[in-house]
């Protein structure tokens, strides 16, 4: 399935810019199972300097800066994906990875191999979670048991959360912190990867947060409007012997082709899609418009 | 050797059973003090009361201050030394200490370059990755980043104390910025200055080849092929706890004191805001912490660094003195795995002992902390504020129990130390000498392959006999450290070193964008302080003359007086707005406000307040004797209450003392600061302040026709305020009258006081800043004082005496000043937006005020 994909985000400002800084996790990452076709970043006004490099999760950021008198920015990704997930391997074909229990997994993550010091980041605190509190714990010990597969306990989690919490895009923002979303149970697809993590880390497994996008389908027989996407996140479990495994909560599904992946990071704050200092005095205005479909050609 | 039970002695092992560095509890002496001892025991303990309070005099005269956070006392607290100085004997010194120092801090670079590069030690298991991953101050944003020096980790500092077997032992590290460098240099100079006494027949090793090495480190650390590198010194600010020793460091090095919003990063260079351009910056000594570095890549909501700064890092363009991200190092989790690390990287054994520590990441070590937790102190591993560190032994059940469940949820990130009875040594107090714990902070610079070791460095005394923690925070005592030779040392007493590596602002463009700020600011406050003064203090005399009591109605005279200062001070609505009858009631405590309280807009206190705020910011630039000067300002005014209503003849004293020494202060500022300095700025701001004000006194007292009688009383007014009667008197010889008044004080163009003189300095004055960029011929400030002083020169004094149809003012007297005030106030506006480029304030693309640890 080859998808093109565009990502506009546009800042209006009121008293102009006369200088900035910014950093762009835009650009979909390349593994088995995505292949980026073709990816361009359109940036008005060109920027004075622009850079490319790797970041310490492996992602793709874009620094630039622009030094001209501006009133707007507008920065437009645009890639072509080919996404097919059956290349990749499937939890449900490893009989060794659906069935290994926490007990288990526990004693595969003391292993002092390259793989396992890699992963073993994400089951440490990070800036968004941190100071984990019991009650998350107490919701992942409903799911998580010494004895039970972890696949399954993540399974359900990721259900639970489905059914649980509501998606309610005016009762969070990004600096809501996840014990107040817990209490709330409200959120966007943001908080509840956030708390899965939490949940996650909390009785000790890694857990890391997925960035990027989710196809959205029009209802039967309307045509699909532009603009309707928009950024998407989920959380991905470490399954020793296995590897890694996402789980979309907002949608209660194990991604398949629909899910593009743009970065990985412990949390949101590693993987914002655009941040930046600007030197201004007055106040900005931000849109943001996403738009997935299969490529035509 | 004993010696006599002298009175300095006495009771000394009272309660005490610590090791003591110079007593055996015998009364045994460490013969390596002896000579110290002898030295103390010579001087007397009168005469050591008598130094004491000297050296307490020289550090507040010489402003050596220290602040303490959320402490309402906390800014600008006075340093403390004590007379004693700390001393430790070369053998032992270079034996093991230093060598112990260098390896220590060769070890500590090693794990700086393998925590950002290959990550060896925690691949290879010598070092578990919570250790390093947890740490808050290992930033993921620095990771594989190269550097062009030989060494990652540049500047050192370890604080040691001596353990109970009589060797030293590190207690912390200090590797971002590490402070107390220039209080060590100051101590030095004070006990050298106050007790010249105490070096009999001792030889101290002398610092001077350190700072070389030091400054050498600075000029090395450049990016490839810069020869002549642009150093500066980053500060948070005069608010940070070590803003004396920033500003101290900026000029004894001689390299610019800068705030983060100097500097900006464009194509892929750091540069700093100057008068004139962008001036390019290789070189960043630090004093700000890691994660406040970078606002675009590290903490967002940070104002301290400078957005972007970190890509020129990678791109090597600039050099950052620690490196950002060392602070991973400040760990007391790799307490445990040192030797280890040490072993792996150098073959070798520790050479200084460590605190025994228990990392609570292991499951072994943990069950143990836990269970034996009383015996312990705990610390979280990248925390070493005292907030973070448990003295369990003075916790209750519920504190212990809260305890360890914080260190069940999250192990990792404590450990659990012993607790070590560290030595003391002798302080001198209430007259005797007594033992106080004591500890050493030590200085390491990269030097080619290896790094050069401070012979000495800063020792900090516990405030009590049994005072288990000894820091600067609430303000612990220091003292001088000695390393003494048996050898006579050379250049003795040099600590300002050959100037020829000096790289000061050699020119006005090259002045930093906030100095002159600061510069200008000091000026204009200085210069109201001063008129304000003068005006109050005319008004007061005349109270007194016309023995003012608020019982009786005040004379026509002394009401328009009061008018005018409401008017002139800005200090609405007193005399002049509702329910100015309430206030003319009681019109002493109206000035008694406009005098004293500093929470008033437009107040003489709050005006002092703003040039003090300016001052300290500027400090690095000023001499000790304007220091003096200016404590002697202060100590007056904190002598007043503002809750107080004081007579008038106490105010007058007030303002009388005070206008001198600004006039001291004044005349310190014009010999002491070179123009290409900034004294430039400053006086532009003063002689803008002074016209503005000359301005501002004429239009409330003379612009108004008033009868002969009372005419004459305003006339005095303002001469009298402008402390111009005499020269009236010599000049005109004559009756008051209001022409030869406005031809002095406005239009005479070799008085230095009258507005026309005032106008023409500012105008030549701004003639000389840089003409910005983009600007065609002059700068539009310069125009407009061009535009003032023709305005001024083309006045006659016929037009300006004319009234208008109903006599009650001088009609084009009162535009020309309304249009010169005007003048004035666009000029000020000017000069920020042309040279101070604050007219923009960085901000965060999106506001993200996340929860940061």
């Known amino acids: 399935m080859v998808f093109q994909l565009s990502h506009t985000t546009s800042y209006k400002y009121g008293n102009g810019v006369t200088f900035c800084h910014n950093i762009a996790t835009l650009k979909p990452r390349d593994f088995l199972g995505q292949t980026i076709l073709s990816y361009e970043l359109e940036i008005s006004p060109k920027p004075t300097e622009i850079s490319e490099r790797v970041d310490f999760f492996g992602n793709t950021i874009t620094r630039f800066s622009i030094q001209q008198y501006h009133k707007e920015l507008k920065v437009i990704a645009k890639s072509k994906v080919l996404r097919d997930y059956t290349l990749a391997p499937d939890i449900h074909k490893s009989a060794i990875g659906m069935a290994i229990t926490l007990e288990e997994a526990k004693k595969e993550l003391k292993a002092i191999t390259p793989e396992i010091l890699e992963v073993k980041q994400f089951v440490l605190e990070s800036i968004l979670i941190a100071k984990i509190s019991k009650n998350i714990r107490d919701y992942a010990l409903v799911s998580f048991k010494p004895d039970r597969s972890i696949f399954e306990a993540a399974s359900e989690l990721m259900h639970r959360i489905f059914t649980d919490f ?130 035509v050609d | 050797m004993t010696i006599d039970l002298n009175t300095l002695f006495q009771n000394y092992f009272t309660n005490h059973k610590n090791y003591d560095e110079v007593l055996k509890s015998n009364m045994d002496i460490n013969p390596e003090w002896a000579n110290l001892l002898s030295n103390l025991i010579e001087i007397g303990p009168k005469e050591l009361v008598s130094r004491q309070t000297e050296i307490d005099w020289l550090m507040d005269e010489n402003g050596v201050t220290y602040n303490v956070y959320n402490d309402p006392k906390g800014l600008h607290r006075a340093w403390d030394l004590s007379i004693v100085p700390f001393l430790i004997h070369e053998k032992e010194w270079q034996q093991t200490i230093e060598k112990g120092l260098k390896q220590r801090a060769e070890l500590l670079n090693l794990i700086l370059k393998d925590i950002y590069g290959k990550r060896e030690l925690i691949k290879n298991g010598i070092v578990p990755h919570e250790v390093l991953f947890a740490h808050r101050g290992f930033l993921r944003q620095c990771d594989q980043i190269n550097y062009n020096t030989t060494k990652n980790l540049l500047v050192h500092a370890t604080d040691l104390a001596r353990g109970p077997d009589g060797r030293m032992w590190v207690v912390n590290d200090r590797t971002q910025a590490p402070s107390g460098l220039g209080y060590a240099l100051e101590n030095r100079f004070a006990i050298t200055k106050a007790a010249p006494g105490l070096f009999n027949g001792i030889h101290v090793k002398q610092s001077s080849d350190f700072f070389q090495d030091y400054n050498q480190m600075l000029i090395d650390a450049a990016p490839k092929g810069i020869d002549n590198p642009n150093i500066v010194i980053i500060t948070p600010g005069p608010h940070n706890e070590t803003y004396f020793e920033h500003a101290y460091m900026s000029s004894f090095l001689g390299y610019p004191l800068v705030k983060g919003n100097d500097l900006v990063v464009r194509n892929g260079r750091v540069w700093m805001k100057s008068l004139k351009e962008l001036k390019p910056i290789h070189v960043i000594l630090r004093r700000v912490d890691d994660i406040y570095m970078d606002p675009l890549e590290l903490r967002e909501d940070s104002y301290l660094g400078v957005a972007g700064i970190l890509d020129v890092i990678r791109q090597q363009n600039v050099t950052i003195v620690n490196p950002i991200g060392s602070g991973v190092l400040e760990n007391s989790g790799l307490i445990p795995f040192m030797n280890a690390i040490s072993k792996y990287f150098l073959n070798e054994e520790l050479i200084l002992p460590q605190i025994g520590s228990w990392w609570c990441g292991q499951e072994k070590e943990r069950n143990h902390v836990l269970k034996n937790i009383q015996k312990y102190v705990v610390k979280r591993i990248d925390r070493s504020n005292r907030e973070s560190i448990y003295f369990c032994e003075f916790l209750n059940e519920d504190e212990i129990n809260k305890l360890k469940d914080e260190i069940l949820a999250n192990p990792y990130r404590f450990v659990a130390q012993e607790k070590i009875k560290f030595s003391t040594a002798p302080d001198f107090i209430n007259g005797k000498l007594e033992p106080r714990k004591i500890m050493c902070r030590t200085f390491a610079v990269a030097k080619k392959d290896s790094y050069s070791i401070m012979p000495g460095g800063l020792v900090r005394v516990a405030a009590e006999r049994e005072n288990l923690r000894v820091s600067n925070q609430r303000g612990g005592v220091s003292k001088d450290f000695w390393i003494i030779s048996d050898e006579p040392q050379n250049h003795f007493n040099n600590y300002s070193w050959d100037s020829t590596f000096r790289n000061p602002v050699s020119d006005i463009n090259d002045l930093p964008s906030h100095t002159a700020e600061n510069l200008f600011w000091s000026g204009r406050y200085l210069g109201r302080a001063l008129i304000i003064s003068r005006l109050l203090r005319m008004c007061l005399n005349r109270m007194q003359s016309s023995q003012y009591h608020k019982s009786k109605a005040p004379s026509e005279s002394l009401h328009i007086i009061f008018e005018a200062i409401t008017s002139i001070t800005h200090t609405f609505p007193g005399f002049v707005g509702e329910g100015k009858e309430k206030i003319f009631e009681n019109a002493l405590k109206e000035l008694n406000s406009i005098i004293l309280d500093d929470t008033k807009m437009g107040s003489l206190a709050q005006t002092l307040g703003s040039f003090t705020n300016s001052y300290y910011t500027l400090r690095n630039l000023w001499s000790k004797d304007m220091w003096r000067v200016f404590d002697g300002i202060k100590k007056l005014w904190d002598k007043h209450d503002k809750t107080k209503e004081y007579s008038v003849s106490s105010l007058l004293k007030l303002l009388d003392s005070t206008v001198t020494r600004l006039i001291a202060f004044m005349g310190l500022i014009e010999e002491s600061i070179l123009v290409d300095q900034g004294l430039l700025l400053y006086f532009i701001g003063m002689q803008t302040e002074q016209a503005s004000l000359t301005i501002a006194k004429s239009r409330a007292l003379i612009v108004a026709n008033y009868d002969d009688d009372l005419e004459y009383e305003m006339l005095e007014a303002l001469l009298s305020s402008h402390e111009s009667l005499n020269i009236y008197r010599y000049s005109y010889r004559s009756y008051l009258s209001v022409e030869n008044v406005i031809k002095l004080v406005l239009l005479n163009d070799k008085y230095s006081r009258s507005l026309t003189y005032q106008l023409n300095r500012i105008l030549k004055d701004i003639g000389k800043l840089p003409i910005p960029k983009g600007a065609e011929n002059n700068s539009e400030c310069f125009n407009l004082i061009n535009k003032a002083t023709e305005l001024i020169s083309n006045a006659k004094i016929e037009d300006l005496l004319e009234l208008d149809e109903s006599e009650a003012i001088r009609i084009h007297l009162d535009a020309m000043l309304e249009e010169l005030s005007d003048l004035l106030h666009k000029i000020s506006l000017s000069i920020s937006d042309t040279y101070f480029n604050h007219s923009y304030q960085q901000s965060q693309l999106v506001n993200q005020n996340f929860p940061l640890q």
């Open chain 1, 166 to 295: 509501e998606f309610n895009p005016n009762a969070t923002n990004v600096a809501t912190p996840i014990c107040e979303v817990m209490e709330k149970k409200k959120g966007v697809c943001q908080d509840f990867a956030q708390i899965a993590i939490a949940c996650i880390r909390s009785i000790g497994l890694p857990a890391r947060y997925v960035s990027g996008y989710i196809e959205t389908l029009p209802p039967p027989g309307k045509e699909k409007l532009i603009g309707t996407d928009a950024s998407h996140a989920w959380f991905s479990l470490y399954i020793p012997k296995f590897g890694w495994v996402d789980f979309d909560p907002t949608n209660d599904q194990i991604p398949k082709n629909q899910h593009i992946i743009v970065a990985y990071g412990r949390d949101y704050y590693d993987v914002p899609p655009l941040k930046g200092v600007i030197y201004s005095s007055g106040e900005n205005k931000m849109k943001v418009a996403v738009d997935i479909r299969p490529a």
